[in-house]
């Protein structure tokens, strides 16, 4: 019994471990029935490493060391809150800095273009637009800046047109010249079909894709073409009531701004678009003129008698088709 100087241990038959006396022992768990019991005293418990104390202090320290691990965790946690709050306010920082120094940048190059373009004027041509109506300057400015454009900036196709183009092209060219060996007696039946199905169907592919873009192209155009002429029309009406004195200058100014930045974006939209449909049309003037005109010739003679060419019936209708593919896109090239 444990009193304020004395404890009751046993030693566990089992283990052998000297622990308090309980009904099991609290180091294996074994049942303490028969176990030897002893008294010690209380100087000798504080020596005992195996005293009930010990093991209080250890499950102590145990927790403490969970609960430092826990506010270690905390802390790392909100460190790193922290850093990515700063990372987040340093990114906001240089997107607005970025955004301001374009802006800046956006409106140097304005100035600098509208300055290229006074220059450009002789005298006579300097009195003449400022003696002009707001409207009638604009339009004169206007030009000179599509002029400019267009001596300075040649069209420039975008990779996917381009791929389009080049390979269409390449492909058209091989499939006339194979129908040409054929015809000849160069190449046998089998390794036509075998070279001219994939570059058919090559053809007839990139064809469908041409198509697509110049359907979309189309679509765009009628509504870029729309806003001009609603913008064209807005300021003619801005001319009519500034005339009659319902317009003040301020909102002449103003509106005639915005309807003058449609007709110049979308303008140059729809410039962009004529020259992207010539580009597709055309072929990009990748087949020289002369050679363009012989595969013209040869495709076209083969797309309407192909009985000369000794295959079977069913080469022959595979090569009628693709020549009359290939003569409608030579012949809309050589327009150009």
């Not at 939209?269 to 055309?282: A, H, T, V």
Request: charged residues 30%.
């Amino acid at each position: 019994m444990v009193n304020n100087s004395t404890l009751e241990i046993v030693q566990c038959p089992n283990c052998g471990s000297v622990v308090p006396k309980r009904l099991y022992c609290r180091k294996c768990g074994k049942v303490l029935l028969n176990a030897t019991s002893k008294t010690l005293s209380e100087s000798a418990i504080k020596n005992e490493d195996l005293a009930l104390d010990v093991d209080s202090e250890k499950e102590v320290a145990k927790k403490k060391k969970t609960l430092s691990s826990d506010r270690t965790a905390l802390e790392q946690l909100q460190q790193i809150r922290h850093e990515a709050k700063l990372r987040e306010n340093s990114r906001q920082a240089a997107i607005e800095v970025t955004s301001q120094v374009d802006q800046e940048a956006l409106e140097e190059d304005e100035e600098q273009e509208a300055s290229i373009i006074t220059n450009n004027l002789i005298p006579e041509e300097t009195e003449l637009i400022m003696n002009q109506p707001i409207s009638e300057k604009n339009k004169i400015y206007e030009e000179k800046i599509v002029s400019q454009k267009n001596e300075s900036k040649p069209y420039m196709p975008d990779l996917y047109v381009k791929e389009i183009v080049e390979k269409m092209a390449k492909s058209v060219k091989y499939e006339v010249n194979l129908v040409q060996l054929l015809q000849e007696g160069q190449m046998t039946e089998e390794i036509f079909t075998r070279l001219f199905n994939g570059m058919a169907d090559e053809t007839h592919g990139l064809i469908t894709r041409r198509e697509e873009v110049l359907y979309e192209l189309v679509s765009l155009m009628k509504g870029y073409e729309s806003t001009v002429l609603s913008a064209q029309q807005g300021m003619k009406l801005l001319d009519l009531r500034k005339s009659i004195g319902d317009a003040s200058e301020e909102e002449f100014v103003v509106k005639s701004s915005a309807l003058n930045w449609d007709v110049k974006n979308y303008g140059n939209k729809i410039m962009d678009g004529r020259q992207r449909s010539d580009y597709l049309k055309s072929l990009g003037k990748l087949i020289p003129e002369e050679e363009l005109k012989e595969l013209e010739n040869s495709s076209s003679k083969y797309s309407k008698d192909v009985s000369s060419i000794n295959v079977s019936k069913a080469v022959q209708e595979r090569i009628m088709k693709a020549m009359q593919e290939a003569t409608s896109l030579l012949s809309e090239a050589s327009e150009f």
